[in-house]
């Protein structure tokens, strides 16, 4: 008779015999690090071959909004599947891609007037890239630098990867890549001892400021994430930069590029990070929650005078850049009841209630002596583990700490991802009390554990 453990054992055989997955060593794999086969998710739940469940709190790398499996975007996927499933977006449109770009249009930061579509995060970042280096061109100016942050993140592409500043994805492929001009992280960790998040925040606008006057007229656009800076380790800032790199950026007549692929449709507790600054980027990307975590889709919304920028007789002038599945319509029809869902349900207003619960749940890992600092902004919650509980100190990368963590919450069946020795709640908004508690205990004994 063949046991659930034998079941697992089967599929994990299978599965090293047969894939290579994703940001990962494989030899940790072989050596017996665990790979877990799941069969089903459910609300903030996933499920393995054995039946063991685990809470996502990170959303399956930040893409579930509502809890897996939710059964109106399923519903929604069934519909569109049986109507139209995909059909070239050069020269033909379709309802679900009309309608998605006006929807997104019309909640997002005003002033944004066009939607192109992709479908990955990293190719939105390429587009927002190559768009902006181009309307520069197509308005005679030549201008071949961008800006991104330290402790950035926009993707894997090489285009992508170029404008990221995560030296452990970045190093080994930095001879092929373009290179660009790193302005200093607004992030509030980083601040002196006596600086508010705010003061730090000007500090590195006061940095940027000096990077634009100093390339003045070279500078094609700045990147960045608003708010938190996501896989370099939930790491956040004050919403003063953004203003300052706004205006910083219309000075210099420089493109200001909001990457809300990780922070947009609610983690920050509004729908998209921009808002809290009360400004408007000129290109935004968007993908991860934009279908509710269940299917690829990017898109990069921008101004009308941007767009214009491009139109012409002459086909070069013209934003050549497709990808196959561009806009497809199932992932529009997804992304449409996700839009339904924020509408119909109240989202952000019912969220807030949630973050308040987060951030109570917080309060005692927080007093814990290895935690240099606990950080919230709206739906993301991060822990910060150093050796002696200050921000001036860290363990040695070697140690591990962050790992031995993820591998003590998943024996207990949490799925945390920490990003170095920051663990993190990221989690779908569906998320109940007794979930939330659970949470707390399982990341109190996965700091106690990697901690000892
Ligand atoms: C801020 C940000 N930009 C871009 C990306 C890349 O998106 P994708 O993984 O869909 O290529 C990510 C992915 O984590 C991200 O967090």
Request: with cysteine.
């Given at each position: ?36 086969t799941i069969r089903r998710g459910q609300g903030a739940w996933i499920e393995d071959v054995s039946g063991k469940r685990y809470l996502d709190a990170i959303s399956s790398w930040w893409t579930n ?269 997804a992304a449409l009841e996700v839009l339904n869902l924020f509408a119909d349900e109240d989202v952000i207003a019912r969220n807030r209630e949630l973050a308040s619960r987060l ?94």
């Amino acid at each position: 008779m063949s046991t659930s453990g034998d079941e697992h054992a089967r599929w994990r055989a299978r599965d090293l015999a047969a894939l290579w997955h994703p940001c990962s060593q494989m030899q940790e794999h072989r050596d017996g690090a665990p790979l877990i086969t799941i069969r089903r998710g459910q609300g903030a739940w996933i499920e393995d071959v054995s039946g063991k469940r685990y809470l996502d709190a990170i959303s399956s790398w930040w893409t579930n909004l509502f809890g897996h499996a939710h059964p109106r975007i399923a519903a929604a996927i069934g519909r569109q599947a049986s109507e139209l499933e995909q059909v070239i977006l050069a020269g033909f449109g379709h309802p679900p891609a009309i309608e998605l770009a006006e929807r997104l249009l019309s909640v997002a930061p005003p002033g944004l007037g066009k939607a192109f579509f992709a479908d990955n995060g990293s190719a939105a970042v390429e587009v927002a890239l190559k768009m902006s280096f181009h309307a520069h061109r197509n308005q005679g100016r030549s201008r071949d630098l961008f800006v991104a942050l330290e402790n950035g993140y926009h993707g894997e592409t090489l285009g992508a990867l170029a404008v990221t500043d995560i030296p452990l994805y970045r190093e080994i492929y930095a001879p092929l890549m373009m290179q660009p001009l790193f302005a200093p992280s607004p992030d509030a960790y980083l601040r002196g001892d006596d600086e508010s998040a705010e003061d730090c925040a000007l500090r590195a606008a006061e940095g940027l400021s000096r990077l634009f006057e100093q390339h003045d007229g070279r500078i094609a656009a700045l990147i960045l994430e608003p708010l938190v800076q996501c896989a370099g380790g939930m790491r956040m800032y004050h919403p003063a930069y953004l203003r300052a790199a706004r205006a910083l950026c219309d000075r210099h007549g420089v493109f200001l590029i909001a990457d809300e692929i990780a922070v947009g449709f609610g983690r920050t507790g509004t729908l998209f990070a921009c808002e809290q600054a009360g400004i408007t980027p000129d290109l935004m990307c968007l993908s991860k929650g934009l279908t509710g975590g269940f299917l690829p889709l990017a898109v990069t919304l921008v101004r009308d005078a941007l767009y214009e920028a491009f139109l012409d007789s002459s086909r070069e002038r013209g934003f050549l850049h497709s990808h196959s599945y561009t806009g497809n319509p199932i992932a529009c029809a997804a992304a449409l009841e996700v839009l339904n869902l924020f509408a119909d349900e109240d989202v952000i207003a019912r969220n807030r209630e949630l973050a308040s619960r987060l951030a109570q749940a917080s309060h005692a890992i927080a007093e814990m002596p290895q935690v240099a600092e606990s950080r919230q902004t709206g739906m993301i919650v991060a822990f910060e583990l150093t050796p002696d509980g200050s921000r001036h100190s860290s363990y040695p990368s070697a140690e591990r700490r962050g790992r031995r963590a993820y591998h003590a919450a998943l024996e207990r069946s949490v799925l945390l991802r920490p990003l170095g020795d920051v663990l993190y709640w990221m989690p779908p908004y569906c998320l109940q009390q007794d979930e939330l508690d659970q949470l707390a205990d399982v990341t109190r004994h996965a700091i106690a554990v990697a901690c000892a």
